[in-house]
């Protein structure tokens, strides 16, 4: 069934795990969510990007989710609008069916000017009056997504700040994540502690100093009854980057967020854990071996099949890790 996306992260709060998060555009990443969920009996919270009902299209993205909730009507499924640029934007995602909407304040609405603490109090409050009658969920964001190590905004996947940022920006403050629930009464609070979109997140292993998951233990001590939520949490496995490499593929060295880290995370609040990048690198390997192997083969299902089955994989083991798994 479509539930809120507060009944998943309160259960899960009540119960100490996490949810992973994955963004859907097509139909085998509908299709590999769902199955994992089925196999490991987790819940389930698909959300999709504006770029996803660009590509998609507003009706084939509402429908697939649709079709999800109907083909497996004993897993609970939330249809989440992730980084909505606008209250308009989120009202949109709302009048489609969306059960969760991410109102995105820390950038302005083109999506690239970093704003300032009223301005994202006011769009998220606003968000949380019209999306709360309807018993629609609110994701906030607090805090600016970008490199520690190169002090670089979040630019990688389009949307993001491009230039340099100040530590105080890319490290949520627990005074003002105080602040900010207190007055625009959200459910759901994504915090900057190091990660950013995309592949390249780190050029290293990531320690302490370029990962902070010790703020996320301060924000939770100060809002221990907002749910927090981790983006750019793509852990971009070494092995997926050495298939691709192997079957003909370009891709530098690069380390996103260890499991390990995700999992300290999640003992301290963390609830939801947006996972895309993963995703992407395991279809992509996936159909590049498949297409190296079998040069003669032209049938799209032929290669869509194992990137869906290597989706599955991905979502299997995120479930398992973040101790979704039982909790369907
Ligand atoms: O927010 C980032 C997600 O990975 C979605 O990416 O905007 O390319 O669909 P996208
Ligand atoms: P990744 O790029 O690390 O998968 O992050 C996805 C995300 O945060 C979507 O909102
Ligand atoms: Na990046
Ligand atoms: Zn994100």
């Not at 992973?20 to 089925?38: D, G, R, S, T, Y």
């Not at 993205?61 to 609970?76: C, D, F, G, N």
Request: charged share 25%; with cysteine.
């Amino acid at each position: 069934a479509l539930v809120s996306m507060r009944q998943l992260l309160d259960h899960a709060a009540e119960n100490g795990y996490g949810i992973p998060a994955f963004n859907v555009n097509n139909l085998e990443q509908v299709q590999a969510i769902m199955e994992a969920a089925h196999e490991t009996d987790s819940p389930v919270i698909m959300q999709a990007s504006a770029g996803a009902r660009k590509y998609a299209g507003e009706g084939f993205l509402k429908h697939l989710i649709q079709a999800a909730v109907e083909s497996y009507p004993h897993i609970p499924v939330v249809m989440h609008q992730d980084h909505g640029q606008s209250p308009a934007v989120c009202q949109g995602a709302i009048d489609l069916g969306f059960s969760s909407v991410m109102m995105d304040g820390s950038l302005k609405e083109d999506g690239k000017t970093v704003a300032d603490f009223e301005y994202n109090v006011d769009v998220t409050r606003r968000v949380v009056e019209m999306a709360h009658k309807l018993g629609v969920t609110v994701e906030g964001e607090l805090g600016c997504l970008g490199s520690l190590e190169t002090m670089q905004g979040d630019k990688e996947d389009g949307h993001g700040f491009e230039g340099t940022l100040t530590r105080e920006q890319l490290l949520t403050s627990p005074e003002e994540a105080a602040e900010f629930v207190r007055r625009t009464q959200l459910d759901a609070l994504a915090i900057a502690i190091g990660t950013s979109h995309g592949a390249y997140k780190f050029t290293r292993e990531p320690t302490g100093d370029i990962l902070a998951i010790d703020r996320v233990k301060e924000i939770h001590a100060r809002i221990p009854n907002t749910h927090l939520v981790m983006h750019g949490s793509s852990s971009v496995p070494q092995e997926l980057l050495a298939e691709i490499r192997e079957f003909g593929g370009d891709m530098k060295e690069t380390y996103g967020v260890p499991v390990e880290e995700i999992q300290e995370a999640i003992k301290y609040g963390v609830r939801k854990v947006n996972i895309d990048t993963d995703i992407r690198l395991a279809m992509t390997a996936a159909v590049r071996r498949f297409l190296v192997e079998h040069p003669s083969k032209f049938d799209p299902r032929e290669f869509l099949k194992p990137a869906r089955e290597a989706a599955k994989a991905i979502c299997i083991a995120r479930y398992q890790q973040f101790g979704a798994a039982g909790n369907a």
